[in-house]
């Protein structure tokens, strides 16, 4: 269930973010993400995130890569500020940690490069809704559940159908789209939605898309 961040407002967020561009990855607002740390640097950015405040914000490159991301490569204008809420240091050194998303954010003016990490002075004013629960609903909820359940097969994915069937609109959609193995210029596309029911319109989609395209090769392969 989603709840509210009461009054919380981007004012509270700091200026300044330590950036982890990471390919594939998408946080969206109220939404957790679980990640695998490992990298010298980001056990460092981590460790300072988890003394001023636990904040992080998550990025992509334009450019997809495997990591490690160089510290040189282009990101997308737009990313997500993530809390860290969870976290678990392993024998080996490695964090597991859980982000959870609070507001996007437009980059602004890069920062010099600081115990390895980058950083940005960023803008939440655009995204303040972000901190609410989103209003929106999905216009077409069969429709899309059709999608999910044809998308999934595709993929290969197991999931619970009875929580998705009975999740709220909000959790199913940031779920959905955080989950689902799409390529990085369609995940920002994601996040860069208006809200909600746009969102879902958009994942929709981006799901009847890919089995059209599945169809398609088949027919061709067939014949």
């Known amino acids: 269930m989603i709840s509210a961040f009461g009054d919380i407002g ?3 967020l700091p200026e300044s973010l330590p950036l982890f561009p990471l390919s594939g990855a998408l946080l969206l607002p109220h939404g957790h993400l679980p990640l695998n740390i490992f990298e010298p640097r980001y056990l460092s950015m981590l460790d300072d995130a988890l003394g001023k405040g636990r904040l992080v914000g998550m990025i992509q490159p334009k450019k997809p890569y ?3 991301v160089p510290d040189d490569a282009v990101l997308y204008p737009i990313g997500c500020c993530g809390r860290i809420v969870s976290f678990k240091e392993t024998e080996t050194g490695h964090l597991f940690i859980a982000l959870r998303g609070l507001c996007r954010f437009n980059l602004d003016q ?56 009975e999740a709220a609109d ?22 860069v939605a208006q809200g909600m029911t746009e969102r879902s319109n958009l994942l929709t989609s981006l799901m ?12 061709v392969l067939q014949h």
């Open 110 to 165: 890069e920062l010099k490069i600081e115990n390895g990490y980058r950083r940005s002075i960023v803008d939440y004013s655009p995204y303040g809704g972000d901190l609410r629960e989103d209003p929106g609903q999905i216009d077409d909820r069969p429709r899309l559940i059709s999608a999910v359940r044809e998308f999934f097969k595709l993929k290969d994915i197991e999931v619970d159908w009875k929580a998705i069937e």
């Open 208 to 219: 009847e898309m890919t089995l059209l395209c599945s169809n398609d090769q088949t027919d």
């Open 170 to 191: 909000e959790t199913l959609i940031t779920s959905l789209a955080m989950i689902c193995p799409f390529e990085p210029r369609e995940k920002q596309a994601l996040l």
């Open 10 to 12: 981007v004012d509270a």
């Open 66 to 68: 495997a990591d490690p």
